[in-house]
């Protein structure tokens, strides 16, 4: 009863709007409640930690990569991205061992300070101190580019 309530919409009055202002109205109100869905979630809380409102390609560099870029870019933001580390645990992969020095595990982390990368993230990601999930559009190219290289050879 008291959900019912809640969703009881307010009374109209009679002023007229445009189509174009309607729009914009009914737009700030998904958003809005998109929002406060979004944070009451339980699930995708990597994410939201660093992306509390829906993003739009002017809010996040995301939208402007090449698709390889944004898939990349994906997987390290929520976490699920194939690491040897990641594959073990989900039984595909023997050794949750780094692919490039075979002494640590292979995490995110790892592959950012790996010293078997060292060349590799000079080369991809230049003068960036290490990988940037939420930044410019160089920024995370350059990510994509460098942790593209280090989960595939
Ligand atoms: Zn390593």
């Not at 809380?45 to 994906?74: G, Y």
């Not at 992969?93 to 300070?113: A, K």
């Amino acid at each position: 009863m008291a959900k019912d309530s809640a969703h009881t919409h307010p009374k109209q009055d009679d002023r007229k709007v445009s189509l174009e202002a309607a729009k914009a109205i009914i737009k700030a109100q998904i958003k809005n409640e998109w929002t406060k869905q979004w944070a009451d979630e339980t699930t995708g809380r990597k994410v939201w930690n660093a992306l509390k409102e829906p993003a739009s390609a002017s809010s996040d560099a995301w939208w402007r990569l090449k698709r390889m870029e944004q898939t990349i870019i994906s997987k390290l933001r929520t976490g699920h991205c194939p690491t040897n580390s990641y594959l073990h645990l989900m039984g595909k992969m023997g050794t949750s061992l780094c692919r490039h020095c075979e002494r640590d595990t292979e995490t995110i982390e790892h592959l950012s300070v790996c010293p078997h990368l060292f060349e590799a993230r000079e080369l991809f990601m230049q003068n960036q101190a290490g990988p940037v999930l939420y930044g410019t559009e160089e920024q995370l190219r350059m990510t994509a580019n460098f942790f593209n290289y280090a989960l595939n050879e």
